[in-house]
């Protein structure tokens, strides 16, 4: 007995040493669930440390009262409004919540208090709030359990009309509403079901507002809504051809209109819509790249846009009355965003990104020619200056069809081939477009890894065509055209085809996941973040206020033909051939990508002999937007990529 117990004693001694001589592994917060991730070295958080401080600041809104402006950015673990007085001056913190602020508005014609738009936990059943300035109280405008997206103001800013579920919790419907008086709300008008609505403009005399209801990707219109009785009327058609719509503003006379729009056009060219012929006039003809974007000064007189030029922004500011372009400083090569007009007609607020630079806040004084720079966010103490900027690079696919990305190599520390992270975008109508690549940084410059990001068939950017050579049936095309790249990276002289990475967010981590379950032979691990596993169960529980508009790009499930189509194609279908390394990261409050999405798939991988990571977080939704749970699937993506990329 003796012996056996001084056995066990030097076995649990043996134990306790080894334990004292592991080197210390990161905690994860209370609110992560984790399972098949082992534990992940301190030693990553030290040596990533300053790319998970980059900072960022986005442009809200101006104060109509004076030159000084509302603005989003982060000290904290979430992004909250701050103000700023001048360029350059500092951050004035305004809101101090644990969840993310989504944006914040003042009032035309008031400086005394702030509208904002919150939701908790990434649930985005987003509710109106208003600040008041001078006490800092805080009010709840909606129920605290809908959906509302804040929509127009009218001009002289008493009222605002926004969309939201409040009814029945999945059909959205306007209401009006004063808030210095939300006991006297009303509902303006109920609205199409399963179709999503949003207001863009009301008219000077506040009588009639401007509302866009999007069907598809490609298909959208608009319609005029009497501001009083709620009774609309449709001002753009249905033709023989789907067209779609964006933006929209109203003329200084209320007579016609402002769009973007692709009809009659395989780009979205900004327009005019005469009210009373429905004549459609186009100033946008001479430029073949969408226009992303546009605001009209108050006064009418100047249209500043911005166009989608290969995915690089541009700006542009038009003479309104002659339609001319007035001349714009060159602005350094990047994505330009959030544009809009002060009061005063002259400074035009934006947003500016680039490789080397974060997302920060500027402002143009058309009259002047000045650009001034309101923030200048921090980026860890590191030297941007140096950092990848990215090469266009295009490939050939199946069909003949070239296909286009954006290639960043590492620094030239870094010799002989190296390994690449394919990462793939989500919308899937979205479009990877150069800008600041914040923590994908580090793989660059301290691993060594070359980052490709691809714009597949179904990108938008490459005019209308493109956009559908996904949709329904279509939706394998895609999958080809990424192992197309595959292939192709293997042909590059600087890039190890035999080291691949393939990842990717929402329908990237869908791509990345039907990359995973066809072309295993081809890559080496992949990382799926908040990715449909089957687009069937996907379409049955994504929150039904979304449903029918998914319907239109993946197809509907309930027609039996493209059910047993979209059954076929699921990853979770071919999860035998998935044999590479996986890990998913999921958000357990996502309303667009349900949790069952990532559960399924690794409850099913449990069952083989492929390594599967899966991080969950409680307090996050569609993606990781608290800096805490962002930083720890950081640390714990360099240690999968240390472990089944790089050895």
């Not at 909606?142 to 999945?170: C, E, F, H, I």
């Not at 085809?497 to 990345?512: A, F, K, L, P, W």
């Not at 379950?517 to 596993?533: E, P």
């Not at 399924?600 to 991080?615: C, D, E, M, N, S």
Request: glycine share 10%; aromatic share 10%; proline share 5%.
């Amino acid at each position: 007995m003796k012996r056996m117990f001084m056995m066990l004693l030097a076995i649990a001694s043996a134990a306790v040493l080894a334990l004292a001589q592991a080197p210390p592994a990161i905690v994860p917060g209370d609110n992560l669930v984790i399972d098949g991730v082992p534990p992940i070295p301190a030693s990553i958080a030290e040596q990533v440390g300053r790319y998970t401080e980059f900072r960022s600041a986005s442009f809200d809104s101006w104060n109509p009262k004076s030159k000084q402006m509302l603005i989003r950015t982060r000290f904290g673990d979430s992004q909250q409004l701050h103000y700023v007085k001048f360029p350059g001056g500092a951050r004035s913190q305004l809101t101090f919540f644990p969840e993310r602020i989504l944006g914040g508005t003042f009032p035309p014609t008031r400086d005394d208090y702030i509208l904002f738009l919150k939701d908790v936990g990434g649930g985005e059943w987003y509710q109106l709030y208003r600040y008041d300035i001078a006490s800092g109280n805080v009010t709840l405008l909606t129920d605290g359990k809908s959906r509302n997206v804040p929509g127009a103001w009218s001009t002289n800013g008493d009222r605002l009309v926004y969309a939201s579920t409040k009814r029945n919790g999945k059909d959205y419907d306007f209401y009006v509403i004063d808030p210095l008086n939300p006991a006297g709300e009303r509902m303006l008008a109920q609205l199409d079901k399963g179709e999503a609505w949003g207001t863009t403009d009301w008219t000077r005399d506040g009588k009639t507002i401007l509302a866009l209801e999007e069907v598809s990707a490609n298909e959208s219109y608009l319609w005029l809504f009497d501001a009083a009785t709620g009774a609309k009327t449709l001002l753009t058609a249905k033709g023989k051809e789907l067209v779609s719509y964006g933006g929209g503003k109203f003329s200084v006379d209320g007579k016609s209109v402002y769009v973007t729009t692709d009809r009659e056009s395989e780009f979205m060219r900004l327009a005019s819509i005469e009210l009373a012929t429905g004549k459609h006039t186009y100033h946008t003809s001479h430029i073949n790249w969408d226009v992303a974007s546009f605001d009209l000064s108050r006064d009418g007189t100047k249209i500043a846009y911005v166009t989608n030029e290969d995915g690089v922004g541009a700006l542009h500011v038009m003479d309104g009355a002659t339609g001319k372009d007035l001349p714009v400083p060159k602005l350094p090569l990047g994505q330009v965003s959030g544009i809009s007009w002060h009061e005063n007609n002259a400074d035009l607020g934006f947003n500016l990104t680039s490789a080397r630079s974060t997302t920060d806040v500027y402002s143009l004084n058309i009259v002047s020619g000045q650009v001034e720079r309101w923030t200048e966010s921090e980026t860890g103490g590191l030297n941007t200056g140096n950092f990848s900027e990215p090469e266009l690079v295009r490939w050939k696919t199946f069909d003949g069809k070239m296909i286009s990305g954006f290639l960043y190599k590492p620094t030239r520390k870094f010799t002989g081939k190296r390994p690449v992270i394919v990462s793939i975008h989500g919308g899937p109508e979205s479009q990877y477009r150069p800008g600041f690549l914040g923590r994908n940084n580090y793989y660059l410059n301290e691993m060594g890894i070359a980052l490709v990001f691809p714009n597949i068939r179904g990108s938008s950017g490459y005019g209308k065509t493109f956009l559908k050579l996904d949709n329904g049936f279509l939706r394998e095309d895609s999958y080809k055209d990424l192992e197309a790249l595959l292939d192709w990276i293997k042909t590059q002289p600087g890039l190890d085809g035999d080291r691949i990475m393939v990842t990717g967010g929402s329908y990237g981590g869908h791509s990345t996941l039907a990359v995973a379950s066809r072309y295993a032979d081809k890559f080496r691990c992949a990382v799926d973040v908040v990715g449909m596993s089957n687009l069937v169960t996907f379409l049955e529980r994504t929150e039904p206020y979304r449903r029918d508009l998914r319907r239109v790009e993946y197809g509907d499930e309930r027609d039996s033909t493209m059910r047993e189509f979209l059954l076929r194609i699921a990853p979770i279908t071919n999860v035998a051939k998935i044999t590479k390394p996986l890990f998913v990261v999921q958000g357990k409050n996502d309303p667009r990508v349900p949790a069952s999405e990532a559960d399924q798939i690794v409850a099913t991988l449990k069952g083989t002999k492929t390594p599967v990571w899966y991080l969950m977080a409680k307090d996050e939704g569609h993606g990781f937007a608290k800096k805490r749970n962002a930083d720890f699937q950081f640390y714990a993506t360099v240690a999968f990529i240390q472990e089944y990329l790089l050895k």
